[in-house]
C-alpha cells in the first residue's frame, strides 16, 4: 500500500505492507536508525517516536497508522543547524550515558515539554518512566529535562506541529 505521512517536516511517500512495523519502516526503509528497537514489545521505549506531537512506541504502531501523521524521530528534533535544547541538555549534564534509550527519552521529554512547558521533577520522571535505561540512574536524564525547559522557546515546528501546522490537527 502506499502510505504518506510526514517526516520530520518532509513529506514521504512510500509502499509498504500495511502490517509492517512502523519501527522497521523508519529504520530500515527510511534510514532513520535513531528510532531504536530493543525490546519490540513496548516495554523499554526505545524506539519512541512522536506521532502527531505525541508520544507512540514505534515497536507496536503498524505502517498503515502512519497515514496521513506528523511522525517526528530524535533526527527530526534539532532547530535547524543547531540542537534541540533537550538534545544540548541531554550532552551539557552528561545524560547521554551509552546512547541507547537516549532517543526514546529525548522524544518522551520532548512530549511532556510540549503539553508542559515547566514540569516538576515528579511529573519529568513520570513521564519518562516508560523509557528503560539499563545503564545507570536516572538522575542526569531529569536534571536535563529540567534544564531544557528552561530553553524551550525556540523549539523547532517539527517537535510541536501543531504550530506547524495550524488547525490540521485539531
Not at 503498524?62 to 527530526?76: D, K, P, S
Not at 547521554?96 to 508542559?116: E, F, H, K
Not at 529535562?145 to 522557546?153: D, G, H, L, Q, T
Amino acid at each position: 500500500m502506499l502510505i504518506k505521512f510526514t517526516l520530520n517536516g518532509e513529506p514521504i511517500n512510500i509502499e509498504a505492507a500495511a502490517e509492517r512495523r512502523a519501527v522497521d519502516l523508519l529504520r530500515e526503509d527510511l534510514g532513520l536508525t535513531g528510532v531504536k528497537e530493543s525490546c519490540g514489545s513496548g516495554e523499554c521505549g526505545a524506539c519512541a517516536v512522536l506521532f502527531n506531537g505525541e508520544s507512540r512506541l514505534s515497536c507496536l504502531m503498524m505502517a498503515c497508522q502512519l497515514e496521513g501523521a506528523i511522525i517526528t524521530t530524535v533526527e527530526g528534533l534539532a532547530c535547524g543547524e543547531e540542537l534541540h535544547p533537550l538534545q544540548d541538555a541531554f550532552i551539557q549534564k552528561g545524560a547521554v550515558q551509552c546512547g541507547y534509550c537516549t532517543p526514546g527519552m529525548l522524544i518522551s521529554a520532548a512530549d511532556l515539554l510540549r503539553r508542559n512547558p515547566k514540569p516538576t521533577r515528579p511529573e519529568i520522571r513520570t513521564a519518562i518512566s516508560g523509557n528503560l535505561c539499563r545503564c545507570t540512574g536516572y538522575q542526569k536524564i531529569v536534571d536535563a529535562v529540567e534544564s531544557a525547559a528552561e530553553n524551550m522557546e525556540a523549539c523547532t515546528p517539527a517537535v510541536f506541529p501543531e504550530k506547524a501546522m495550524g488547525s490540521q490537527l485539531k
